[in-house]
T-cell receptor
Framework: ELKVEQNPLFLSMQEGKNYTIYCNYS?????LYWYRQDPGKSLESLFV?????AVKQEGRLMASLDTKARLSTLHITAAVHDLSATYFC???????????FGQGTILTVHP | NAGVTQTPKFQVLKTGQSMTLQCAQD?????MYWYRQDPGMGLRLIYY???????DKGEVPNGYNVSRLNKREFSLRLESAAPSQTSVYFC?????????????FGPGTRLLVL
């Protein structure tokens, strides 16, 4: 059974600081996703990582994938308040299209 | 394009009542999904439909049924609601282009079962 674990689950940051969210998964996968969710809203796709060593960047967020370690990271650079949200990683297992989500990391950025 | 739409947005049910959550997408996607989101647990897959005419169970299918009415529409039915089904329900759709596949989510239905 595929398990996906994120840490930390709660992250309180000061504006301007850097931090990393970690996503570990338990079985082989060829695709990993990062989503953002604002309170009371739906999920917005951020990144799709398809291969070992893949790195994608959008603004202050950078995601990477190490398939050998079964680990993805979401790095936040110089955080700003607008990044406050819940971030989920999700992994496709052996069954087509079926995503298994991590628990989510609630990020709060303070002035 | 409206993307993925869901109705209703909110619903309150009494234990034992039934209801159907509706989902439609206008992106011509083949695959559609129903998830539930509970605090601290991320999203869990209830049912999915890889293509029109097919459905399959996900991680937490008990107490639910689904219908893939056509390519656009995928409904989720609660036959006899229970308080444990209080949750936020998300519908999603996707199509695969090579290895690239992204699920697009609807706005969610917030369900309270008393």
């Amino acid at each position: 059974e595929l398990k996906v674990e994120q840490n930390p689950l709660f992250l309180s940051m000061q504006e301007g600081k850097n931090y990393t969210i970690y996503c570990n998964y338990s079985t082989t996968s060829d695709r990993l996703y990062w989503y953002r969710q604002d309170p009371g809203k739906s999920l917005e796709s951020l990144f799709v990582l398809l291969s070992n060593g893949a790195v994608k960047q959008e603004g202050r967020l950078m995601a990477s994938l190490d398939t050998k370690a079964r680990l993805s990271t979401l790095h936040i650079t110089a955080a700003v308040h607008d990044l406050s949200a819940t971030y989920f990683c999700a992994v496709v297992g052996t069954s087509y299209g079926k995503l298994t989500f991590g628990q989510g990391t609630i990020l709060t950025v303070h002035p | 394009n409206a993307g993925v739409t869901q109705t209703p947005k909110f619903q309150v049910l009494k234990t034992g009542q039934s209801m159907t959550l509706q989902c439609a997408q206008d992106m011509n996607h083949n695959s559609m999904y129903w998830y539930r989101q509970d605090p601290g647990m991320g999203l869990r897959l209830i049912y999915y439909s890889a293509s029109e005419g097919t459905t399959d169970k996900g991680e937490v299918p008990n107490g639910y049924n689904v219908s893939r009415l056509n390519k656009r529409e995928f409904s989720l039915r609660l036959e006899s609601a229970a308080p444990s089904q209080t949750s936020v329900y998300f519908c999603a759709s996707s199509t695969r282009l090579g290895l690239q596949e992204t699920q697009y989510f609807g706005p969610g239905t917030r369900l309270l079962v008393l």
